[in-house]
C-alpha cells in the first residue's frame, strides 16, 4: 500500500490534525474508541479529546506521512512530527508509528509509538 491509498477516516485525522481542526478530529473516532500514547490508555470521545485538546492542538503537531503498511486488522503509518512541544532530547525528524484499527469508517483504537 502506498500514502495514496490512506483510508478517507485517516486523511481526514491528518487534515484536522495539521489545519488544526479538534471537532473534525474527534469527529474521526468511535465514540468508545481507545487511545495508546505515553504508556497511557485513553477511553472514549471525552478522555480523547482532553488528551488530543493538551498534546495534539495546544503544541501545534503537524504530521506529515512518511510510510504505511498493513499488519494483520491495523494501519500503521510512519509520521514526521513537527510542532511547539519541547524537542529537547527527541531526534531530528521525530518520527512515530500509528498504529491504527478502523471499523464502520471510524477509528476504533489508535496506538502511537
Not at 504508556?39 to 470521545?45: D, F, I, L
Not at 478502523?102 to 496506538?111: N, P, T
Request: proline share 4%.
Amino acid at each position: 500500500m502506498n500514502l495514496n491509498e490512506i483510508p478517507q477516516v485517516i486523511n481526514n485525522f491528518i487534515t484536522a490534525t495539521n489545519k488544526p481542526d479538534a471537532d473534525a478530529y474527534l469527529d474521526c473516532f468511535a465514540e468508545d474508541a481507545i487511545v495508546l500514547d505515553e504508556g497511557q490508555k485513553k477511553y472514549g470521545k471525552s478522555a480523547i479529546k482532553k488528551w488530543s485538546d493538551e498534546n495534539q492542538f495546544a503544541l501545534n503537531v503537524r504530521l506529515e506521512p512518511k510510510q504505511i503498511k498493513w499488519d494483520s486488522n491495523e494501519i500503521i503509518i510512519t509520521f514526521k512530527l513537527d510542532g511547539d512541544y519541547n524537542k529537547n532530547g527527541l531526534p531530528d525528524p521525530l518520527l512515530l508509528d500509528f498504529h491504527f484499527s478502523i471499523k464502520d469508517d471510524k477509528i476504533i483504537e489508535l496506538s502511537i509509538y
